[in-house]
């Protein structure tokens, strides 16, 4: 059974930095685009970072671009997400995902598979 295990939310004070990561079983990380996306209460679940169409280009939303940083280790078969300078606009359950390498990762409807998510609470 395919699991992807979320750790390293938590509540950190605006300024702050996290590192989520997401372990994968039953899958490897090579054979997916690996991303993270977030939803925040009553908005829609939106991506983070995800990888784009040729081979390291990455796409980060722009309300996190300098400020996150996506990183993978192979032999661990794990992702990482660095959030540095988080804002309390950056509260949200944060969700590892994998899509298809033929699809576009920016979808979340071309997510095969989904964590369970870890909750990230910035406080001002």
């Known amino acids: 059974q395919v699991q992807l295990v979320e750790s390293g939310g938590g509540l950190v004070q605006a300024g702050g930095s996290l590192r989520l990561s997401c372990v994968a079983s039953e899958i490897s990380v090579l054979a997916y685009k690996m991303g993270w996306f977030r939803q925040a209460p009553g908005k829609e679940r939106e991506y983070v970072v995800v990888p784009g169409w040729s081979a390291g280009n990455l796409e980060y939303a722009e309300s996190v671009k300098g400020r996150f940083t996506i990183s993978r280790d192979n032999a661990k078969n794990t992702v990482y997400l660095q959030m540095n300078s988080l804002k309390p606009e950056d509260t949200a359950v944060y969700y590892c995902?994998?899509?298809?390498?033929?699809?576009?990762?920016?979808?979340?409807?071309?997510?095969?598979?989904w964590g369970q998510g870890t909750q990230v609470t910035v406080s001002s």
């Open positions: 995902a994998a899509v298809p390498d033929y699809l576009s990762a920016t979808n979340s409807m071309n997510v095969r598979y």
